[in-house]
T-cell receptor, first 113, second 113 residues
C-alpha cells in the first residue's frame, strides 16, 4: 500500500531537548510538507520541499529544521528554540502537479514538559 | 458555517439524514478548493476537490458546491453514517502549489443514532 508513514505516533520530551519526527513516503511524490495543528486552528505550514536537497521555510519555521536527503524522507527537528512545541505535527506529500491534493500521514503528537 | 480563519465547532445530524457543512472563503483569487475529513488522532483524508471553473462536483455520497459570487463552499454528505463522524475542513488555493493552501479550522460532525 502506498502512503505516508509518520513515527512515532506519540512523543514526549523535556523542555530544552531537540527531537526529530520521522516522515517517509512511498508514493514517489516530489513535494513534501510539514504542518502543525493546534486546537481550533487551521493547519499551519512549517517547512516544505519541492525536490530532493532543497527546502523552503513556511509560515512558522522558527525553532524548526528539516532535511531532504532522499526523495522518500523528510524529517523534522523541533529544536529547543521553539517556544511552544507541544502540538500535533502532520507530514504531507503531493506529486507537485498543478493543484494535486495533499496526502497526509497520521501525525505525531509531541508533548514537551 | 465554517470560515477559513473562523470556526464553527459542531454539527449534529441523525443517522440517515443529509449533512451540509459550510465554508466561507475570503480570497476571490482562489481557484482550487479541497475538502478533508479528519478522524480523531489521524491525519486528514482527502474527500473531494473542485476548481473554480465548476460550481458542483459529485463523489460517492458527497457533493461539493461552489458559489464564487458569495465566496461560499459547501460539502453535502448524503445518508450520513456513524463512520462519517469526524472533523471536516476546507482548504483554498490561489496558486499552483500546495505551498499556497489556506486551511479552515474545521467543523466537528457528530452522527446521532
Amino acid at each position: 500500500d502506498g502512503g505516508i508513514t509518520q513515527s512515532p505516533k506519540y512523543l514526549f520530551r523535556k523542555e530544552g531537548q531537540n527531537v526529530t519526527l520521522s516522515c517517509e513516503q512511498n508514493l514517489n511524490h516530489d513535494a513534501m510538507y510539514w504542518y502543525r495543528q493546534d486546537p481550533g486552528q487551521g493547519l499551519r505550514l512549517i517547512y516544505y520541499s519541492q525536490i530532493v536537497n532543497d527546502f523552503q521555510k513556511g509560515d512558522i519555521a522558527e525553532g524548526y529544521s528539516v532535511s531532504r536527503e532522499k526523495k522518500e524522507s523528510f524529517p523534522l527537528t523541533v529544536t529547543s528554540a521553539q517556544k511552544n512545541p507541544t502540538a500535533f505535527y502532520l507530514c504531507a506529500s503531493t506529486s507537485g502537479d498543478h493543484n494535486s491534493p495533499l496526502h497526509f500521514g497520521n501525525g505525531t503528537r509531541l508533548t514537551v514538559t | 458555517g465554517e470560515s477559513v480563519g473562523l470556526h464553527l465547532p459542531t454539527l449534529s445530524v441523525q443517522e440517515g439524514d443529509n449533512s451540509i457543512i459550510n465554508c466561507a472563503y475570503s480570497n476571490s483569487a482562489s481557484d482550487y478548493f479541497i475538502w478533508y475529513k479528519q478522524e480523531s488522532g489521524k491525519g486528514p483524508q482527502f474527500i473531494i476537490d473542485i476548481r473554480s471553473n465548476m460550481d458542483k462536483r459529485q463523489g460517492q455520497r458527497v457533493t461539493v458546491l461552489l458559489n464564487k459570487t458569495v465566496k461560499h463552499l459547501s460539502l453535502q454528505i448524503a445518508a450520513t453514517q456513524p463512520g462519517d463522524s469526524a472533523v471536516y475542513f476546507c482548504a483554498e488555493n490561489e496558486g499552483d502549489s500546495a505551498r499556497q493552501l489556506t486551511f479552515g479550522s474545521g467543523t466537528q460532525l457528530t452522527v446521532l443514532p
